[in-house]
């Protein structure tokens, strides 16, 4: 009876572990399923938050265009501001240029009335002087020096 008593043991040790691995099975399937409603409900808030970051970026590429448009707006408004104020300079460089060319040539007129009269004073002293030379040149033109010979050579 050994035999028997043997044979009923392993007899229901098969079945204790058939019912521990189908009790194993019946919980990886439990957990499994678990881990798949919670993998749906993640897809789904992230689906959201992925639509939800879709429409903020639309938002802000909207109000990237709207803000370019208000840009190029004040851009032009700059550039017509620029242009007028280079026009304004253009006409004060023009006036400047002008009153430079007058007393650059008011200067030479002056500088030939100048000259004239210097060349005048000149010739007026020249001619009052003339007459009078120094005796005393004229008595050492008379004299003349002798030449020392240099030696050795």
Do not use: C
């Not at 098969?14 to 194993?24: F, I, L, S």
Request: aromatic share 4%.
């Amino acid at each position: 009876m050994a035999n028997a008593d043997d044979f009923k043991a392993l007899a229901d040790d098969m079945a204790k572990a058939y019912k521990d691995r189908t009790g194993r099975i019946s919980s990886i399937k439990a957990e499994t399923h678990g881990l798949m409603r919670q993998a749906k409900e993640e897809d789904k808030t992230r689906a959201k938050a992925v639509d939800d970051l879709q429409a903020d970026t639309q938002k802000m590429i909207g109000g990237f265009h709207r803000d370019s448009k208000a840009r190029a707006a004040d851009n032009a408004k700059m550039m017509a501001g620029f242009r007028r104020d280079d026009k304004a300079r253009a006409e004060e460089v023009d006036e400047l240029q002008a009153e430079t060319q007058t007393m650059v040539n008011a200067f030479r007129r002056e500088h030939h009335a100048t000259a004239a009269a210097w060349r005048g004073l000149v010739a007026t002293m020249a001619t009052t002087r003339a007459p009078r030379v120094p005796t005393a040149m004229v008595e050492a033109k008379g004299k003349r020096r002798r030449r020392r010979k240099k030696r050795g050579g």
